[in-house]
């Protein structure tokens, strides 16, 4: 008896007929998709593999172009001794008593005329104001030492006449004595005159006018001489630029009057200054006075680091510099106590409009550093701060061979901001060739040339064989 068939076999039949003829299908096209199945599971193979260890790169290579552009420089080692220093900021300042030089006014005046002005160089004895009197007190003097001189020629007039009327017994001899005590008398103010005069800075040749009968309405302030070097700065050997006057001269730093302006006695007039001696003076902590102590005690030798200045316009400092003193107060405010440092300037002077004019290299009020030694270092290596790349707790520096630069690993003992100190050990010997710089960028360029697949030591032939650089 046939029957009807049910939704749910109807279905089953339908997806049979699916299966059968996708199954058909992938038999007939195996020749397409078999090959690239086989493909696809060698792949997955391959990359189960563990792959080699990547050796870390040491070698780098660069062209004579390379180096010029990086201006890379590479020096023999050499063991030296080095002195561990501590840095301590100072400032270029004036040596009181040597460097400047107050002017002030001898007696009542009146500015008349001026004769130097700010900047220009004067020499010992050369005029810089002058004044018209108006002291009473002066022309007082004048006039005491014009009688004086006046009365004692009468009196010897008379002495010299009556002493033969003395002889003879016409006149007694007590007139005689009465004359010769009044010429003492005379004598003593003459002195005393003359010693007033000089005080107000009169020069002998002007008092002279004076006992002549010429009194002075006018005087001429002068330059002063100047001091000689001391010998501290004796023992500094600088080179001085251009022949400079070093210390013969004074430079007229600043103006106190001006012209019509009257100004009394003591007055000052002009600041003179010569900066040929100056002193660098430095600003330290009390931790740091012991090692300032045992450096000034021991003559041991101060680096001065000049952050102001350009070298290379100036000669070459070739002496060496020590601390002088140490300053026995502490500033309330900043917790810090001085010590000085001589300093010799250098300098050099040129002509415009018929006067001359100084330049001074250093100049007060100029920043410095300071680097006190503390500890000597011996047998040890010394590079230039950039000659050392850190990574992490590691250093390195660049042995050159030809063109190539091999990375080597050392320990840095101390490290500053100018220099690197490194240990005597197996890795650098004595002779072997160290770049002297730009060792973070070479650094750099060797982890490129080793990420790019190709080592730095290895040469590729035009047939494309390959072998270790020889």
Do not use: C
Request: proline share 5%; hydrophobic share 40%; aromatic share 6%.
């Amino acid at each position: 008896m046939n029957r009807k068939m049910s939704g749910k076999q109807l279905r089953s039949l339908a997806w049979l007929t699916v299966i059968i003829v996708i199954g058909v299908g992938a038999w007939f096209s195996r020749g397409i998709w078999l090959p690239r199945l086989k493909a696809n599971a060698g792949m997955e193979e391959n990359a189960r593999e563990v792959s080699p260890p990547v050796e870390e790169p040491r070698v780098l290579k660069l062209s004579p172009r390379a180096r010029a552009n990086l201006g890379l420089e590479s020096k023999p080692a050499t063991l030296q001794t080095y002195w561990r220093t501590i840095q301590i900021p100072g400032v270029v300042v004036d040596r009181p008593g040597v460097t400047d030089r107050g002017i002030t006014s001898p007696i009542e005046g009146v500015v008349r005329q001026v004769h130097a002005f700010e900047g220009d160089i004067v020499e010992p004895g050369q005029s810089l104001f002058t004044l018209r009197l108006v002291s009473e007190s002066l022309q007082k003097a004048q006039s005491e030492l014009y009688k004086a001189i006046r009365e004692t020629e009468i009196v010897r007039k008379e002495v010299a006449r009556i002493s033969d009327l003395v002889d003879s017994g016409v006149i007694p001899g007590k007139r005689l004595v009465e004359l010769n005590q009044e010429i003492r008398r005379q004598a003593a103010l003459i002195d005393a005159s003359r010693q007033d005069l000089l005080s107000r800075g009169l020069l002998p040749a002007q008092i002279g006018q004076i006992e002549a009968g010429s009194f002075l309405d006018t005087i001429e302030v002068k330059a002063p001489d100047v001091a000689e070097p001391t010998s501290e700065l004796a023992s500094i050997d600088v080179e001085e630029a251009n022949e400079p006057p070093g210390f013969s001269f004074f430079e007229v730093q600043e103006l106190k009057v001006e012209l019509g302006q009257q100004v009394q006695a003591g007055e000052a007039l002009a600041v003179l200054a010569n900066h040929n001696a100056l002193y660098v003076k430095g600003y330290a902590f009390r931790k740091e006075a012991s090692n300032l102590a045992r450096a000034a005690e021991n003559e041991w030798p101060v680096e001065v680091e000049f952050t102001e200045d350009l070298a290379s316009d100036w000669p070459e400092l070739t002496g060496k510099f020590h601390v002088r003193h140490l300053a026995n107060t502490t500033d309330p405010n900043s917790r810090t106590f001085d010590f000085f440092i001589p300093l010799a300037n250098q300098s050099r002077v040129y002509e415009k409009t018929n006067r001359t004019f100084v330049v001074w290299r250093f100049r007060p009020g100029q920043r410095v550093r300071i680097h006190i030694p503390v500890e000597e270092l011996g047998n040890v290596f010394v590079l230039p701060a950039a000659a050392v790349v850190h990574e992490g707790p590691e250093a390195f520096v660049f042995q050159q061979n030809g063109d190539l630069f091999n990375r080597i690993s050392v320990h840095v003992v101390h490290q500053d901001r100018t220099s690197v100190v490194i240990a005597n050990e197996e890795d650098i010997t004595p002779g072997m060739w160290l770049a002297q710089g730009s060792a973070a960028s070479l650094n750099r360029v060797l982890k490129a040339q080793a990420a790019s697949g190709m080592r730095a030591d290895v040469h590729v032939h035009a047939d494309g064989t390959t072998h270790a650089a020889h």
